[in-house]
Each structure stands twice: as structure tokens, then as C-alpha cells.
């Protein structure tokens, strides 16, 4: 671990405070957004063969339109509006799609629309997120000290997204008793991060304590 004076000198830096916690909200919605794909696409699929099926046509469209992005957006709109816009359009895209699927709800016979808004808004986070939200995120470690830079990642890795993967998580659970949401609709890369990550967070800790403990 860097000597970056642990995480709690991290969280003194207000411009760290703010990475962490966009680091934070990102990791969030990309867990409730593929939640809500999961457990709607499983709901109205007839059987695991139309699901499968259906994954994976999504899966290759999205990422299709991913490489498309990266070779003929990304760059174009990142030199054009800048850093800022950039980390702005995910989370936009996102609230937008959201609130249409709110007031598509409202409707009446509202399945169909809301189950394409819900598959759109998944679509949304798979097209946009590496060409366009990843390195605009990794541009705002450059600011910092190589050695600040450096611990600042490591944190975000170990610490920050191990938290929210688990505050997801939970709210997951909590969703699944009233609802009757099952395992299998949860991201299984979620229920990985639940079971192993914890460790991850204690032993960046440990880490910090023993250099504390060194400089004494």
C-alpha cells in the first residue's frame, strides 16, 4: 500500500471525498441497473433457453455498439465538451431512462414499454460506460501526486467498491423478501464481490495500520 497515510487521510482531501463518492454512486447504479434487467428479462422470459437466447443477443449488440463508440464518439465528443460532460453522460442517460420507466408504469398495460425502457436503460450502461465514463473517470486521478494518485486507486479497488457492492447487495436481499426475488436474479459477479470482498477491505486496512504503525 502506498504511503498515502491510510484511508482516513484520504477522506481529509476534499477533492478525494468527491472522487470516492462518485466511484461510490457509479458502482451503485451499475448494480441496480443490471438488477433490474436480471429480474425483469427472467420474469418475462418463458423458459432458461429464451433467456439465454435473448442475453446473449443483447450481449452482442451492446457490445457491438460499445466498439462503434469507442472508435467513433468517444474521442470526437470528449475533445469537443471536455472531461466534465463526459462523466455526465452515463449517470444523465440513466436518469432519464429511470424516470421514463417511473412514468411509463403509471400507464395503463405498461409491460411491454417498461420492460424495453428497463433493457434500454442496461443498454445505456453497456454502450457507454468503457468508451466513454471509464476514462473520463481515470483522467481525475492525474491531478493528484503520483504517490496520493497511486493510493487513491487502490482505495476505490479495495475499499470503495467492495462497500458499495455490498450496500447493493443488501438492498438486493432486501428487495428479494418482499418481492420474491430470487438468487438468480442477482449479478453473479455481485454475489461473488459479496463473499470475498470484505477480506479485501480488512487487508487494505491491516496495510494502513502497519505503516501507521512503522512510522511511529
Given at each position: ?100 420507466i417511473r412514468a411509463a408504469g403509471l400507464l395503463p398495460e405498461a409491460g411491454s414499454r417498461v420492460f424495453w425502457l428497463v433493457v434500454s436503460n442496461q443498454g445505456l450502461y453497456k454502450v457507454l460506460k468503457h468508451p466513454v465514463d471509464n476514462p473520463c473517470f481515470k483522467v481525475l486521478y492525474q491531478p493528484l501526486p503520483r504517490r496520493d ?68
Amino acid at each position: 500500500v502506498p504511503d498515502s497515510g491510510g484511508v482516513k487521510a484520504l477522506l481529509a482531501r476534499p477533492y478525494l471525498r468527491q472522487l470516492f463518492a462518485l466511484a461510490l454512486c457509479g458502482v451503485l447504479a451499475k448494480h441496480f441497473v443490471d438488477f433490474a434487467f436480471l429480474a425483469t428479462t427472467r420474469a418475462r422470459a418463458a423458459d432458461v433457453a429464451t433467456f439465454a437466447a435473448f442475453f446473449g443477443l443483447f450481449s452482442g449488440l451492446t457490445q457491438g455498439l460499445s466498439l462503434l463508440t469507442r472508435l467513433f464518439v468517444s474521442g470526437p465528443l470528449l475533445t469537443r465538451f471536455g472531461i466534465r460532460t463526459g462523466l455526465l453522460v452515463l449517470p444523465l442517460a440513466h436518469l432519464l431512462c429511470t424516470a421514463a420507466i417511473r412514468a411509463a408504469g403509471l400507464l395503463p398495460e405498461a409491460g411491454s414499454r417498461v420492460f424495453w425502457l428497463v433493457v434500454s436503460n442496461q443498454g445505456l450502461y453497456k454502450v457507454l460506460k468503457h468508451p466513454v465514463d471509464n476514462p473520463c473517470f481515470k483522467v481525475l486521478y492525474q491531478p493528484l501526486p503520483r504517490r496520493d494518485r497511486l493510493g487513491a486507486q487502490v482505495a476505490v479497488g479495495t475499499v470503495i467498491t467492495p462497500l458499495a457492492t455490498g450496500a447493493a447487495g443488501l438492498v438486493m436481499l432486501g428487495c428479494g423478501s418482499s418481492e420474491d426475488v430470487t438468487g438468480a436474479d442477482i449479478d453473479p459477479q455481485t454475489a461473488s464481490d459479496l463473499t470475498g470482498q470484505l477480506d479485501r477491505i480488512q487487508a487494505f486496512l491491516d496495510a494502513g495500520n502497519c505503516d501507521r504503525a512503522n512510522k511511529a
